[in-house]
């Protein structure tokens, strides 16, 4: 059974950093791209980062700079790094894994993701 789960969310003062994490089970992620996406209260989904099977990356403007998404093959696990967090950063955070054969895919739309995990809830707020 494919499954993703998130964690390292929780509350952190602005300028502060967090690292998310998301395990995955079932499939690795050499064969899926990956993507970070977060939702706001009142505000629609919006995607924050992807990173491709041959390890190209992009990042919406509102985080570039400050984010960097990352994976470790042997632990099986993504990472998004967050610095500098900004109260509007406040979210609740997805990873989610798109299968795909083409090695240079990175899209945030969050459509065309597969599988997705639970969420983990990132406040920054002083």
């Known amino acids: 059974q494919l499954q993703l789960v998130e964690s390292g969310g929780g509350l952190v003062q602005p300028g502060g950093s967090l690292r998310l994490s998301c395990a995955a089970s079932g499939f690795t992620w050499d064969y899926y791209a990956i993507g970070w996406f977060r939702q706001a209260p009142g505000k629609e989904r919006e995607g924050v980062s992807c990173?491709?099977?041959?390890?190209?990356?992009n990042y919406a403007d509102s985080v570039k700079g400050r984010f960097t998404i990352s994976r470790d093959n042997a632990k099986n696990t993504v990472y998004l790094q967050m610095n500098s967090l900004k109260p509007a950063d406040t979210a609740i955070y997805y990873c989610?894994?798109?299968?795909?054969?083409?090695?240079?895919?990175?899209?945030?739309?969050?459509?065309?993701?597969?599988?997705w995990g639970p969420g983990t809830q990132v406040t920054v707020s002083s």
């Open positions: 989610a894994a798109l299968g795909t054969p083409l090695q240079a895919m990175c899209v945030m739309t969050g459509w065309a993701y597969d599988y």
């Open positions: 990173m491709s099977r041959s390890g190209s990356t």
